[in-house]
């Protein structure tokens, strides 16, 4: 910023995600690539923000020259309560995952549900959910973002594992209000999980266990099965507590990072009006995720 309190013209555009904890992202190297080879003047940061000052903060947006953001835990709910305008798929969700800032009037967007189909897509080769049945451990957030999609995917029946039952019903009645999807709660332990189990086809972790190695797996190998497909939403570490114990059981395993790329891609598409580049930001990711075990190896 000048003197005069303005922003000198070839400044660069300053987007970046907003988290707490963020160091364990790995959006600011995918981001930045996208921009360099598309010749775009900007910089994608790391903001790591206390949940109760973020509505300060995305109040000074505009005056901190940013001109987008992405919103990781536990961002996501509280951003949705502080913004007027966004788009009809944040609105069912209740979360906000991308907003654009445009001369300090903010939209917000939900980019996850897009994502996790997009991966899924990649993953499994599921081109199609209808009549599947998921078990979707969380109901925070995350889970909030793509479980309506998921209803609306066609699935059959959607199982809600969480620690807090209240919560966990509150999202199953939304749920169950705008689909045709049947949704039942369950408490979030292997004794609940094994008995339903065997009707399950997809599990997907939206949960923020296995952020850390040392993290307790939400659920262990003998609540789970063979040939079972589990997602976990985490991408860093690559190989979470979960997943460690759902390849013990015979599972088919994936995690987060098809997510996180697709979902980026579309918030790059929704500040810039251009086409992400995906195998630039494939490349990025994998060489953040080398470089991010090499770190911790």
């Not at 600011?28 to 921009?35: E, I, K, L, Q, S």
């Not at 860093?236 to 987060?256: Q, R, S």
């Not at 630039?280 to 190896?297: D, G, H, I, Y």
Request: with cysteine; hydrophobic share 40%; proline share 5%.
């Amino acid at each position: 910023m000048t003197s005069s309190g303005q922003y000198p013209k070839n400044a660069p555009e300053i987007y970046g995600v907003v988290g707490y904890p963020v160091n364990h992202s790995l959006s600011p190297g995918m981001h930045n690539a996208a921009f360099k080879s598309l010749g775009i003047n900007a910089n994608y940061l790391a903001f790591e923000i206390k949940p109760d000052v973020l509505p300060l903060f995305l109040k000074q947006l505009n005056k901190l020259g940013i001109s987008g953001v992405n919103l990781t835990l536990p961002h996501k709910e509280i951003a949705y309560k502080y913004l007027r305008n966004m788009s009809k798929e944040a609105r069912e969700t209740g979360t906000v995952n991308t907003i654009k800032n445009t001369n300090g009037k903010l939209f917000g967007e939900s980019t996850d549900a897009y994502g996790l189909l997009a991966s899924l897509k990649e993953e499994f080769k599921l081109t199609s959910l209808k009549n599947k049945s998921i078990l979707l451990l969380g109901a925070g957030g995350a889970a909030s973002a793509v479980a309506g999609k998921l209803a609306s995917s066609g699935i059959k029946t959607l199982y809600i594992a969480n620690r807090t039952q209240e919560k966990a019903v509150r999202l199953a009645e939304k749920t169950e209000s705008s689909s045709s999807t049947r949704c039942f709660v369950i408490p979030l332990d292997d004794k609940a999980v094994s008995m339903v189990i065997s009707d399950v086809d997809l599990l997907i972790n939206a949960t923020s266990s296995g952020l850390k190695l040392t993290d307790k797996p939400p659920v262990t190998w003998s609540a789970l099965r063979k040939g079972l497909l589990v997602y976990d939403m985490i991408y860093n570490p690559p190989i979470t507590p979960l997943l460690k114990e759902a390849k013990k059981a015979g599972a088919i395993c994936a995690n987060g990072l098809g997510m996180l790329l697709h979902q980026g891609a579309r918030a790059f598409t929704i500040w810039t009006g251009k086409k992400a580049p995906l195998t630039v930001m494939r490349n990025a990711l994998s060489k953040s995720v080398k470089s991010s075990c090499k770190q911790k190896s």
